[in-house]
């Protein structure tokens, strides 16, 4: 059986400073690992990188520089689960719509998770302006 609250959503925080878009795994992330893991994605057009700040069991930090030249695409994806048969009576789906940076070695970066559906999709419209790279499943 597949438990999903709804009312609960995983769309990273996001914000704008100084002209670079600064990106925050979700307050209910933190709140269910207890600060465990954590992921800051900094987006600066001006200098033309990407980085990437994650951490982990609060003391394992690695940040990556990503400039904007190594980005062949933008890796917009969706699944999806049924909430199962027990709850056959709800329309309900654990939507999850995940964004990564392929690389021109074809590796990719996982930038962040989300749930909703139009923010996503927003997010990934601007990282595109901002990054200049395609949108790619």
């Known amino acids: 059986m597949v438990l999903t609250l709804s009312f609960?959503?995983?769309t990273p925080r996001i914000s704008k400073r100084d002209g670079k878009l600064h990106i925050h795994n979700s307050a209910l992330d933190c709140l269910f690992t207890l600060g465990l893991i954590y992921r800051h994605v900094i987006v600066d057009p001006k200098m033309k990188v990407g980085v990437v700040?994650?951490?982990l069991f609060w003391f394992?930090?690695?940040r990556m520089i990503i400039p904007f030249g190594?980005?062949?695409a933008i890796s917009y994806s969706y699944s999806g689960t049924s909430a199962g048969s027990a709850w056959w009576?709800?329309?309900d789906?654990?939507?999850r719509f995940t964004v990564r940076l392929r690389?021109?070695?074809d590796s990719y970066v996982y930038l962040f998770q989300g749930d909703q559906e139009q923010e996503s999709k927003a997010l990934v419209?601007?990282?595109q302006r901002m990054i200049g790279a395609e949108v790619t499943p």
Request: charge should be positive; proline fraction near 4%.
């Open 53 to 55: 700040q994650r951490r």
């Open 89 to 91: 009576f709800t329309e």
């Open 93 to 95: 789906t654990d939507d």
């Open 103 to 105: 690389l021109h070695n």
């Open 70 to 72: 190594r980005i062949k």
């Open 125 to 127: 419209d601007y990282l």
């Open 60 to 62: 394992f930090t690695r």
């Open 8 to 10: 609960l959503p995983i």
